[in-house]
């Protein structure tokens, strides 16, 4: 038997993150995990260069039914702290846009140094383990398809459901229902949104096209590219407005968001052109999408021959455009899973499940899911900094 102070199962960001700040503490300290090669998800992450923080992460970018659980971790742990590990690394970064940082080399650099900070805490690495059976004794027991571990604190950050393809799977929320607590009901997020056969009957002929764009969903909206795919809509905008859409709700799309469309059309219609409608739409928007639009409204001909009723109808799809998605394109492509482990049952502070002493979860597997643009990953530095040092 192999015994810990602290076994941490989940090899990840959040994991390594605990085990380096519960190492640098003294403890002795296990990282398990069911794959061989360590950081998959960061080495696949923005592009293979890892969007590992935003300069403006707070808790008001995160989704999770407790919205104010975050802010104690995020508080202790700011983007800041992480730059600064980055910049005691030499690794050179650059900021992309709207805060979002970027390794200027590769994604495997942030793996190499959580790796590096993880071993010179004291850390030891146990990979290709899968966890048969957790035991609680008087303290926890691990039992693997190689040995098995004793540990007094058993920490919990093995992600969520999403990109099952490079090692994700449910044993979080496996752990959490043995131990009877709740978990909020998980779904894909900062994913593409699927349309019904109606929708893409419409827009086949936009796969590839890239557009400018406000994407609405309930109260929250988001100001970045859509892009239309061959099963419906991708692009940043989407991917953000996924985070807080629920099946059957509407999106609205404002495909001209620099424009008042309306004041526009009379500007040009004043001006005396003779132009097709489609090739005055064509000056503001994709040309492909200006002329889907206007066989979608029926409109032919210059913009001398456009109604008023016709005109108001093409602008209202110019600025709230309203299509309800059939679904999400799914976990295969999700970047996030939004739920998790229960908030409520969780001390905001350390981590530690209130009702199991010595037990956490951190990461992705907590009901905390932040926005697209390296929110994620501070979320990972955070709480498992948080764990590291109660455990």
Known sequence: MQ???????????????????????????ALVDH???????????????????????????????????????????????????????????????????????????????????????????????????????????????????????????????????????????????????????????????????????????????????????????????ILFTHTGLSGPASLQASLYWKKGDPIAINIAPDIDPVAYFNERFADGSNKEVKNILAEIIPRRLAEILCQMENIKGNISELSEVKMRSLTSKLEDWQITPTGTVGYRKAEVTRGGIDTNALSSTTMEVKKVPGLYFIGEVVDVTGQLGGYNFQWAWASGHAAGLAV
């Open 35 to 225: 794959a061989t090669v360590i950081g998959r998800k960061i080495l696949i992450s923005g592009g293979g260069r890892c969007n590992f923080t935003n300069l403006y992460a707070g808790p008001d970018n995160y989704v999770s039914s407790n919205p104010h659980f975050a802010k104690s971790a995020l508080s202790r742990f700011s983007p800041g702290d992480f730059i600064e590990m980055v910049e005691n690394h030499q690794i050179a970064y650059h900021e992309k846009k709207l805060g979002q940082l970027f390794c200027d080399g590769s994604a495997q650099q942030i793996v190499d140094l959580l790796v590096h900070e993880s071993e010179k805490a004291g850390v030891a690495f146990f990979k290709g383990r899968v966890v048969k059976e957790v035991v609680k004794d008087d303290g926890f027991l691990i039992h693997t398809n190689s040995e098995t571990f004793s540990c007094q604190s058993l920490v919990i950050a093995t992600g969520g459901l999403s990109i099952p393809q490079i090692g994700a799977t449910g044993f979080g929320y496996s752990i959490a229902q043995q131990f009877d607590i709740k978990v909020v009901e998980t779904a894909p997020a900062l994913d593409g949104f699927n349309f019904g056969s109606a929708d893409l009957s419409k827009f086949k002929e936009l796969t590839g096209v890239s557009v400018d764009s406000i994407v609405s969903v309930k109260k929250v909206a988001f100001r970045e590219n």
């Open 3 to 29: 015994k810990f102070d602290v076994v941490v199962i989940g090899a990840g960001g959040a994991g390594m993150m605990c085990a380096i700040h519960a190492g640098r503490r003294g403890r002795k300290v």
